[in-house]
């Protein structure tokens, strides 16, 4: 199932047309969920007040919009709703633990103009436990490639995996970026041979597993999120993993993923790695 979060918003429409493209593609039921958030406004779940009505119709319209809008442009996937009482990240964080994927606006209603990246999106971003997907609103000509972020650990695997089988469905061209700034002057040439073989030697196995997929490696002296967001300018899509962590213990966005999110051209994913758990949050 895929999951995607809806709050009438521009780029929560933008989510609601790529959620309904992945799970066409995908083969999966599509779930829109929308989050009643009562707090803001202090309203009385008895109904004694005029504005629960209203929050109540207003989640009902934004939903039915949604779904008339899956429905038209992926007429054959299967579409239900959740309308749900809670904060918009406690809501979209739990339905995530059901979902193969959640996918979200990049900034919401209550958004500031010129912030790419909303509080909601980057909250659930970092605590889901499936990939998270975070679409930029505007509309942009496909490009035909997937661009992955990999680094020289275990934990960039899942993030692989995922743009190894998003290329596969879109038949896109897949290219696989590994980026650093070496820390001492020294032969440059053989320092990115080396990255190579590192690079290589973690798309081995996906490499056999999606034989058909056009791959490219690229090694780059830059920053990470330097490297990715030139990167996403002739992107469809670039997938970022993160396996950062809160003080306190809480999945948090790595520097890397955040930063790709903030500053990327294009759609993002982000797919965390496992063992960073996220413990239950009150609400």
């Not at 040439?189 to 490696?217: N, T």
């Amino acid at each position: 199932m895929i999951v995607v979060g809806v709050d009438g918003s521009m780029t929560a429409r933008a989510a609601v047309d790529w959620a309904a493209a992945d799970a066409f593609r995908a083969h999966l039921p599509l779930r829109i969920v929308h989050a009643v958030d009562r707090s803001p406004y202090q309203v009385d779940r008895s109904g004694g007040s005029g504005g629960a009505d209203t929050l109540v119709r207003e989640g009902q319209r934004v939903l039915r919009e949604a779904v008339a809008l899956a429905r038209e442009r992926q007429p054959s996937v299967e579409v239900t709703t959740r309308d749900l009482e809670g904060s918009p990240v406690a809501v979209l964080r739990e339905q995530a633990e059901r979902a193969g994927e959640i996918v979200l606006g990049s900034r919401g209603l209550g958004g500031f103009a010129g912030t790419l990246l909303g509080s909601v999106s980057a909250q659930v971003a970092g605590q889901a436990r499936c990939p998270a997907v975070v679409v930029r609103g505007e509309r942009r000509p496909r490009q035909g490639r997937i661009v992955a972020g990999v680094d020289d650990s275990p934990t960039s695997e899942p993030a692989l995996a995922y743009a190894f089988q998003q290329a596969d469905l879109r038949g896109s061209a897949l290219q696989v970026v590994h980026a650093f700034a070496p820390e001492i002057a020294r032969d440059l040439d053989e320092v990115r041979a080396g990255r190579h073989r590192v690079v290589q030697k973690r798309l081995r196995a996906f490499r056999e597993r999606y034989p058909h997929l056009e791959v490219e490696e690229a090694v780059r002296f830059a920053h990470p999120v330097d490297a990715l967001t030139a990167a996403s300018a002739e992107a469809d899509l670039v997938v970022v993993g993160s396996h950062g962590r809160g003080p306190f213990g809480a999945a948090v966005l790595g520097s890397v993923s955040r930063g790709v999110l903030h500053h990327a051209r294009c759609t993002v994913a982000v797919v965390r790695a496992p063992g960073a758990d996220v413990p239950a949050q009150r609400t």
